[in-house]
């Protein structure tokens, strides 16, 4: 699968060029990164500050920006053109298409993190016939078993979103050719990490690990 036009750019955040477009999910941290290409469409799944940085979006927005995010968060927006989402629903914005589908938690030890009635968002891109379905912020929820994607992006690392067992149950639910992890390095620290990724390797026959914008990928 051709990776090219996506980059992984630390924790869930990730910048692809789909058509000649710069389209950012979740920015953050991008400063120490040194990623600071416009923006023309930011992707927003919900409003913790590690996917919804303000200081992030002023670096790369300006108003020509389209901004998607989800209904309750569009006054955090500093600029830019602001679109509510809710999740189930399709989009479309300068030749780019993607669908939004539900993310949250539902582990009685989570679900005040993440809760279902906040409607907060995971999108499925098209880009050019290849589908990636970014999950947010979510446990394994039900609604992933009817998603069919080229590339599936799960958040592991627990304490908000699944642990590694449960990222691994969803990744054989997804109907996907390719899953990888993200959402887990900053909570697990490299060693844990290391783990997790060989585990995750072991037992995901379709599973793949990104290389991290900057960074080599671990090795085993």
Known sequence: MDLEFLTWLGHASFLLNLNGKNVYIDPFHLEEKKVKHHADIILITHPHSDHLSESDIKLIADSSTNIFVPFDSMEKIPVGK?????????????????????????????????????????????????KVYHAGDTDFIKEMSKINTNLAMLPMGGTYVM?????????????????????????????????????????VKNGIILDEYGEPKYSF
């Open 82 to 130: 602001v679109t509510g989402v809710e999740p189930n629903k399709h989009y479309s914005v300068d030749g780019v298409e993607f669908d939004t589908v539900p993310a949250y938690n539902h582990n009685p030890n989570k679900v005040h993190f993440h809760p279902k009635e906040n409607k907060w968002v995971g999108y499925i891109l098209d880009i050019n016939g290849t």
């Open 163 to 203: 642990d590694l067992d449960e990222m691994i149950q969803a990744s054989h639910s997804v109907k996907a050719d390719k899953v990888a992890p993200i959402h887990y390095r900053r909570l697990l620290g490299k060693d844990g990490s290391k783990a997790a990724e060989k585990k995750f390797l072991e037992n």
